[in-house]
């Protein structure tokens, strides 16, 4: 990064910054209805070498994009300037501005191994990545958990892409073997220990390579879909409800809302269950949380698609413990959580099954639990 950066700027950076990608075990679609959720960070990273600059200048470069230094004016930064992906460390740098807090400019130098459109939140990574940087450049002092909100607000208010906060605090806030337990109204998380190889067992991600894009649109609607039927319901959230409402539920709203509503509190429940079966040591029981937690994406929130689908089944079929697709849907990533003895046997069969419906071959690697952003240099 030191070198590349000298390369391209003609000096050294002065802080180096990594941010990982993620995984949700469980709590997909929970975070913007105040809910629950538990992802864990996985070790692929964002890297970000960064030096202040004195003159407003914000100059950008990515070693996944081809072109020249992006230069921008810090005092020009408003939303819609930037659209492409430089709206995002550009989106954090606003928010920074937005937040009163005293910056500067600065030259960046990015690179990254979280593949991007997989639902591997590549997006948290590079904002959290850089509002670290930022944040240590300036000498800000903000807290982890503060900075991932920054990141989302970026995304939310520059990038134009209304997620929740679970990406972002799982980028800054993930400890290594944990699972982070997050209660988004509380802006509360915790750490809940979380060791798969330690119990014999292997957490794999099963890209399927169909590109997941949160700003088509299909996010936005779920979105405003959950929150017209806590308004409807007379709830600050879907948080609000218990299992004991949904019967009302179904009388109350409108029939396209009732299925999210009722994913909304049945994922709730599968967050608090999988904590427990994980806080007594029962690894493996996380399994059935993860597959009803896939049929209740597939069947009531309907954001599965056929791949991923098949991902689940030949897993299951195969001898995994739980699938479920992971991440905002409509392709991305599968989580399959096996035995390790088991994991070859998916591995293969999943790639065969893929071939045999003429799906582009999938990307699949083992992740275990990773810390996340931290100064590397
Ligand atoms: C995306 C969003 C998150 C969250 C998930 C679904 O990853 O960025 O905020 O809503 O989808 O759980």
Redesign the pocket.
């Known amino acids: 990064m030191k070198e590349v950066f000298r390369r391209i700027y003609g000096t050294d950076p002065e802080v180096v910054w990594a941010a990982p990608g993620r995984v949700?075990l469980i709590?997909?679609?929970?975070?913007?209805n105040d809910g629950f959720?538990l992802p864990i960070a996985i070790p692929r990273h964002t890297l970000v070498a960064a030096r202040h600059r004195q003159d407003g200048r914000l100059r950008l470069h990515s070693a996944q994009v081809d072109g020249p230094v992006i230069d921008l004016d810090l005092a020009r930064l408003t939303p819609g300037a930037v659209t492409t992906w430089a709206a995002y460390p550009a989106g954090v740098v606003w928010a920074l501005l937005e937040d009163g807090q005293r910056i500067g400019g600065a030259d960046l130098h990015i690179d990254s191994t979280v593949p991007t459109g997989a639902?591997l939140?590549s997006?948290?990574a590079l904002e959290c990545a850089v509002a670290f940087a930022y944040n240590d450049l300036y000498g800000l002092g903000l807290s982890a958990p503060a900075l991932a909100l920054l990141a989302?607000r970026a995304?939310n208010g520059f990038a134009g892409?209304p997620?929740?906060?679970?990406?972002?605090l799982a980028s800054a806030c993930c400890n290594e073997a944990a699972a982070l337990h997050l209660d988004i109204r509380a802006g509360a998380h915790e750490q809940v220990p979380f060791d798969p190889q330690a119990h014999g067992l292997s957490l794999l991600v099963v890209d399927t390579r169909v590109k997941h894009d949160?700003g088509d649109g299909a996010?936005a609607a779920l979105?405003s879909g959950c929150e017209e039927a806590a308004r409807r319901l007379g709830l600050a959230a879907l948080r609000d409800l218990t299992p004991a409402d949904l019967p009302r539920v179904a009388e109350d709203l409108p029939a396209p809302l009732v299925p999210l509503a009722r994913h909304v509190v049945t994922e709730n429940g599968r967050v608090a269950e999988a904590v427990s079966r994980l806080r007594a040591g029962h690894v493996a029981k996380l399994g059935p949380i993860l597959t009803e937690g896939h049929a209740s994406l597939r069947d009531d929130f309907r954001i599965s698609c056929a791949e991923s689908d098949l991902v689940v089944d030949t897993a299951l079929a195969h001898g995994a413990l739980g699938a479920r697709m992971t991440?905002?849907?409509f392709g991305g990533s599968v989580i399959v959580l096996a035995e390790e003895g088991w994991l070859e046997a998916i591995r293969i069969a999943v790639t065969a099954a893929f071939r045999v419906a003429g799906y582009q071959d999938p990307h699949l690697f083992p992740v275990s639990p990773a810390a996340g952003a931290r100064r590397i240099a």
């Open positions: 949700n709590g997909e679609h929970t975070d913007y959720a639902g939140s997006s948290a989302q995304e892409v997620c929740g906060a679970m990406d972002q949160l996010y979105r991440g905002g849907g």
